[in-house]
C-alpha cells in the first residue's frame, strides 16, 4: 500500500554506522532505521543472539514459559528505577502504547488522558488518539474519546486540564517525530508532582529517547523521576521489531490474565535480541557515549546556525530547524548523493538520530557535508 514517501534508494547491507545500496554505494546512517539501530547495523551481539536462538527455538506463544522472555524482563526490571517491576512484551511501539493506556484504564477505573501538542505514540487507533498530528488523525476519527492535547513544556496548562478525572499523562521526555523538541528542566517532575496530587499515572514514551539515546538509559532519568507506565520499543531489539510496556508493581496488578495479550509478544527470538541489545548498551557504557557525541555534534552544527532557525538536541537525537519544508526536504534529498543519510520530520525539522556507536570520525565527516550542504557549498 502507498503509505510511505520514500528516497530512492534500496539498502542491502549495513555495519556500525553505515549501510550499502544495491548499487555498491556507501552511506553513513544518521537515520538509522528512525532511532532503532542504536548499536548500529548487525551488531555482532545481536547477531550472534538471534542466530542461536533461531537454531533453537524461535516462536511458542504465550501458552508456555520461554527462556529469552523471562531474561529480558528481569534485565529491563534490574535496568528501570523504582519498582518499575513489570513488563509486557508487545512487537512495536504504537502496541507498547496501546498497553499503557488499557493499563491506565483498568488500574485508575478512569478514561480521561492528558497528551501534548506535537506528541506522537503511534498509529493505532488508541495510540493515535494520543498522537497529536491533525493530518494524522483527522481521516480516521472517531478516534478513542477522552483525549486532550495541551502545549508541550507547560506545566500551568496541564494542571488546568488535570483533574480527578484523569488516568494518565502521556508524554515524551523528548519529542521526536514533533521536531526533536527539548521540555524546559523540570517539565518531568512537575508532571510527577501533579500526577501524584491527582491521582494520576506518569506514562512516558521512550520509545525514542530509551536506550541511551538521550544520555542516559531511559531520559526521563534527567529528571531523578519514576514514571508509573513506561512504553520502549525501536532501539530496544537492537533492530529486531518487539516493544515493552515496564510498569511499576501495584500498577501492573490491575491487569489479570485475559486483559491483554500478543501471539507474537515476547517470543523468544526477539527477547533473545533484547538481552543481547541491552546488556550491550549497558556493558559498553553507550548512554554515556551518547552525551558526548551529542555534545560533539552539535559544535559541529553550530556552523550552520546562520544559515538555519535552530539546532537543538539531546545526547545523539537532535533537529535542525530549517524554517522551510521544502528546503529541508531538498537537503535531505541532496545528502543522499553527499553519502549521508537524514530524514525530516515535522515537516521543516532535519532530524540525526545515528547509531550510538558512530565513531568521533563519522559524525565529523557526515555532519560536514551537512553543514555543506546546509550553507549551499558543494561537496
Ligand atoms: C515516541 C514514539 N512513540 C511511539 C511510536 C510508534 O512506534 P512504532 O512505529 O514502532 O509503532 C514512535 C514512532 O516513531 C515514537 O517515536
Redesign the pocket.
Known amino acids: 500500500m502507498d503509505v510511505y514517501s520514500r528516497f530512492p534508494v534500496t539498502l542491502v547491507r549495513g555495519e556500525g554506522a553505515r549501510v550499502w545500496d544495491d548499487q555498491g554505494r556507501e552511506y553513513i546512517d544518521l537515520v538509522a532505521g528512525?532511532?532503532v539501530n542504536v548499536l548500529g547495523h548487525c551488531h555482532p551481539a545481536v547477531v550472534e543472539a538471534i542466530t542461536e536462538q533461531a537454531s533453537r527455538l524461535i516462536h511458542c506463544s504465550n501458552l508456555y514459559y520461554n527462556e529469552p522472555q523471562a531474561e529480558a524482563a528481569k534485565l529491563l526490571a534490574e535496568t528501570a528505577p523504582g519498582d518499575l517491576n513489570r513488563v509486557f512484551f508487545c512487537?512495536?511501539?504504537?502496541?507498547?502504547?496501546e498497553c499503557a493506556i488499557k493499563l491506565a484504564r483498568k488500574c485508575t477505573g478512569r478514561t480521561k488522558f492528558i497528551a501534548f501538542e506535537h506528541?506522537?505514540?503511534?498509529?493505532?487507533l488508541g495510540?493515535l488518539s494520543a498522537?497529536w498530528k491533525p493530518e494524522f488523525r483527522e481521516p480516521f476519527e472517531p478516534l478513542v474519546p477522552g483525549f486532550e492535547h495541551v502545549p508541550y513544556g507547560d506545566l500551568d496548562a496541564v494542571e488546568e486540564a488535570i483533574d480527578e478525572d484523569t488516568a494518565g499523562v502521556i508524554v515524551?521526555p523528548v519529542?521526536?517525530?514533533g521536531g526533536v523538541r527539548v521540555p524546559p528542566e523540570g517539565f518531568l517532575r512537575g508532571l510527577r508532582e501533579l500526577c501524584d496530587e491527582y491521582g494520576a499515572l506518569l506514562i512516558v514514551?521512550?520509545?525514542?529517547?530509551g536506550m541511551g539515546r538521550t544520555g542516559r538509559f531511559f531520559a526521563f532519568e534527567h529528571e531523578g523521576i519514576v514514571p508509573d507506565i513506561v512504553?520502549l520499543?525501536?532501539g530496544l531489539g537492537g533492530g529486531v521489531?518487539v516493544?515493552a510496556t515496564i510498569a511499576r508493581e501495584e500498577v501492573a496488578e490491575a491487569f489479570e490474565p485475559g486483559d491483554h495479550g500478543s501471539t507474537f509478544g515476547g517470543n523468544p527470538l526477539a527477547c533473545a535480541a533484547v538481552v543481547a541489545a541491552v546488556r550491550t548498551v549497558l556493558e559498553e557504557n553507550l548512554p554515556e557515549a551518547a552525551a558526548r557525541k551529542g555534545e560533539r555534534a552539535l559544535e559541529l552544527l553550530s556552523e550552520a546556525e546562520d544559515h538555519v532557525v535552530e539546532v537543538r538536541g539531546r545526547g545523539l537525537m537532535i533537529g535542525v530547524e530549517v524554517g522551510d519544508g521544502d528546503r529541508a526536504e531538498e537537503i535531505a534529498r541532496e545528502m543522499v548523493d553527499r553519502g549521508v543519510l537524514v530524514n525530516v520530520t515535522s515537516g521543516d525539522v532535519i532530524r540525526l538520530v545515528p547509531p550510538l556507536v558512530i565513531t568521533e570520525e563519522e559524525l565529523e565527516t557526515a555532519l560536514t557535508r551537512l553543514v555543506d550542504a546546509i550553507a549551499g557549498r558543494s561537496g
Open positions: 528512525i532511532a512487537n512495536s511501539g504504537t502496541e507498547s502504547m506528541g506522537f505514540h503511534g498509529r493505532t495510540a498522537t515524551e519529542q521526536g517525530e514514551d521512550e520509545v525514542q529517547t512504553c520499543a525501536k521489531p516493544g
